[in-house]
């Protein structure tokens, strides 16, 4: 029933989507350790992310998703370095045509468009794959819910109690973008 997303897609000229390789993993923990302290106000993986290996093994893990057609990631390159992700979150919906979509940037490269742009692309390349794409923002995230809108998205509601970023239970909003 599934189908491969592209591997390559192309945003912009400095700014390409890959498919999440083990040559990603040294740049992506390199923005992960220098901007630890700012990331993980947003994303409830850093504690576990705390060397090198930690983010080989992280890949790894997403390369085995992929052959199981339940998840894929996209190392987001710009200027062929690895600067952070853009995903179809596990468990795809192949069934109902359904994605979730999740991403983080280094801060160093926010407020260019990257995300909302490469969001775009990727729904523009796979939406005869999906009729229906998600997004859910922590509350507290206002970059990630402006993605959700620029690209858009549909407000559909909020889910209370949705995820827990270091010691703080986040409301999440919900969105939605039907093809």
């Known amino acids: 029933m599934s189908q491969t997303p592209p591997d390559t897609l192309v945003v912009t000229a ?3 989507l890959e498919k999440l390789h083990s040559r990603h993993a040294a740049s992506l923990f390199q923005q992960i350790d220098r901007h630890r302290d700012y990331l993980c106000q947003f994303v409830n993986w850093t504690p576990f992310n705390t060397q090198l290996s930690d983010t080989a093994l992280f890949v790894k893990k997403c390369e085995q998703e992929a052959e199981q057609g339940i ?6 390159c710009v200027e062929g370095q690895a600067v952070g992700t853009l995903s ?4 795809i919906d192949w069934q109902n045509r359904t994605a979730h979509i999740g991403y983080w940037l280094s801060p160093t490269y926010q ?18 794959h999906f009729s229906r794409y998600i997004l859910k923002c922590a509350v507290h995230n206002l ?3 402006q993605v959700a809108t ?7 509601g ?13 409301a999440q909003n919900i ?5």
């Open 150 to 156: 620029r690209c858009g998205f549909e407000w559909i």
């Open 14 to 16: 400095d700014t390409r």
């Open 111 to 128: 407020g260019r468009g990257i995300v909302s742009q490469g969001v775009i692309r990727l729904i523009e390349a796979t939406k005869t």
């Open 158 to 170: 909020q889910q209370k109690n949705a995820e827990q970023i270091g010691e703080v239970l986040y």
């Open 88 to 91: 179809f979150n596990p468990a």
């Open 175 to 179: 969105y939605q973008r039907l093809e």
């Open 143 to 145: 970059r990630s819910n």
């Open 71 to 76: 998840g894929y990631v996209w190392a987001i």
